[in-house]
């Protein structure tokens, strides 16, 4: 079953879908506009296909001067959501699978990062008083929903840095949690919880200007969103590498310092984290599975089966 998380407008993709649905498979699409259920409803008759659905409720909180949250779905409210509900019951090839809310204050903005005591506690602040509002606003949307006579099958929520506090909500039967899974170091700044480092990838050394300077290649594997430093990849083995302030992880060279226990040479791995879940998929062929020190299994990316999503 797979559940497409945002929404897409490119008919040829959306007719490729039905194609797959007719076989039998369950794929369901995103939507929060009046425009989204024309587009796909009219894609529906056309293939005589009906499309599973899902609304996406924005879940971000305002409060004065500030937008807490992500900007992403139109519909905030039970107001806004009503009329997307209306165009739902007069859309024959449109069925109403599921409500998805992801509350991206809470599982995506740390709130234990080194060295910023006052804006930690900020933030901290901010969620505490963003996780009542966020509950009632999903409870309210899905007793309309419930009330204008659909049946959904899944209510979706959360993500890796909100687990405990979506779990909590009796309406959600699904929470997302797949950015933990390689855990990126962007997790390691959070109060609530702790995770193992599960995923990294190696540059090699090439060169050793001077002693204790060791040149690596490549490198350069910045996560998205607002570019600043947090969004750099970060040393991770052997332990007390340091990164040179000028160059940083570059495109074609990495250069460390290292005065560590480790006897390093020429042609030896050093090994970083990145900081969310998509760099490795998006700029390596593989995966490896370690176990005890050794490979016990190695599985394609999306890059890997020659694919490019976005």
């Known amino acids: 079953d797979i559940l497409v ?5 490119n008919t040829q993709q959306i007719e490729k879908v039905c194609e797959t649905l007719q076989k039998g498979k369950y794929i369901n699409l995103m939507l929060d506009r009046l425009e989204h259920i024309e587009l796909l409803n009219g894609i529906g008759q056309k293939m ?7 609304i996406d409720l924005d879940l971000s909180v305002d409060f ?36 998805m809310g992801y509350e991206a204050q809470i599982a995506g903005v740390g709130d234990a990062a080194k060295g910023a005591t006052l804006k930690n506690q900020a933030i901290r602040l901010l969620k505490k008083r963003s996780i009542p509002q966020i509950a009632r606003r999903r409870a309210a949307a899905l007793e309309l929903i419930r009330s204008m006579g659909f049946d ?7 993500g890796t840095g909100s687990i405990e506090s979506t779990i909590a909500e009796a309406g959600v039967t699904e929470v997302t949690v797949g950015s933990g899974f390689y855990n990126p170091h962007l997790f390691d700044y959070y ?24 040149t ?15 969004r750099a990849p970060l040393p991770y083995l052997p332990e007390g590498i340091k990164l040179d302030k000028n160059e940083g992880t570059g495109e074609v060279q990495t250069p460390i310092y290292y005065e560590g226990k480790e006897q390093l040479k020429i042609g030896d791995p050093i ?19 370690v176990r005890a020190g050794k490979i016990v299994e190695t599985v394609p990316t999306y890059r890997g089966e020659g694919e490019c999503f976005l």
């Not at 992403?72 to 090839?93: C, D, G, H, Y």
């Not at 959904?152 to 959360?158: D, Q, T």
């Not at 490198?219 to 998205?224: C, D, E, I, N, Q």
């Open 5 to 9: 998380a945002y929404p897409i407008v």
């Open 216 to 230: 690596c290649m490549g490198g350069g594997y910045p996560a998205s969103g607002a570019m600043e430093a947090s």
């Open 271 to 289: 090994f970083f984290r990145h900081c969310k879940a998509g760099e490795l998929c998006e700029r390596f062929n593989v995966l490896h599975f």
């Open 64 to 99: 004065p001067g500030l937008h807490f949250g992500v900007w992403r779905s139109s519909i905030t409210n039970n107001e806004t959501l009503q009329p997307v509900l209306e165009a739902l019951q007069k859309s024959p090839f449109l069925s109403l699978d599921g409500l």
């Open 48 to 54: 005589n296909t009906v499309i599973p659905v899902c």
């Open 152 to 158: 959904l099958k899944f209510v979706n929520g959360g």
């Open 191 to 214: 109060q609530n919880f702790r995770f193992y480092p599960a995923a990294a990838y190696a540059v090699q050394i090439t060169r050793s200007p001077k002693k204790g300077v060791y």
